[in-house]
């Protein structure tokens, strides 16, 4: 009897670190934004981004434990992750709860775009990680309705 499962490929292992870094500094941007967030709607707002804060946490813990299950080495130290994420760099100061609101829900939709673009190479390889993939789309998804919705006009 083998002592190894299944195990990430070179490439699957790549697509979920691509993931893993998104995820990583959304959170990161999301305190950003959370402590330097100010204007009307100010105390709403400031707890609105510590849930994206949360989810954006747990949602990068499960991603990099996930790698760890199927023996690929996540990477989420500072250097690599400002390296490699597709988000771009959150301005510095303060900013109006409006632009946050689209500060943060562009944000969002980069990391939902990273994992829609790697999302069929990891379903070719592992379908049961694809499943984790598709709540995290649905959750950001979700996070980014909530967040624009606030700047909405009808």
Not at 34 to 46: E, I, M, T
Not at 55 to 63: K, M, P
Not at 101 to 126: F, K, M, N, P, S
């Amino acid at each position: 009897m083998g002592t190894t499962g299944f195990q990430a490929s070179p490439e699957l292992s790549a697509a979920l670190q691509r993931v893993l870094v998104d995820l990583i500094e959304l959170a990161l941007q999301g305190k950003q934004a959370h402590w330097n967030v100010v204007g009307s709607n100010f105390r709403d707002l400031h707890l609105q981004l510590d849930e994206v804060v949360d989810f954006a946490r747990e949602a990068s813990d499960t991603v990099a434990e996930r790698m760890r299950a199927l023996d690929a080495v996540p990477d989420g130290r500072t250097g690599t992750v400002s390296a490699s994420t597709s988000l771009p760099q959150f301005p510095a100061y303060e900013h109006s709860t409006a632009e946050v609101v689209d500060l943060i829900t562009e944000r969002l939709y980069a990391a939902v775009g990273t994992i829609r673009a790697v999302h069929d190479t990891v379903d070719a390889q592992d379908p049961s990680t694809a499943d984790i993939l598709h709540q995290l789309i649905d959750g950001l998804e979700k996070l980014a309705w909530l967040l624009k919705s606030e700047n909405r006009k009808v």
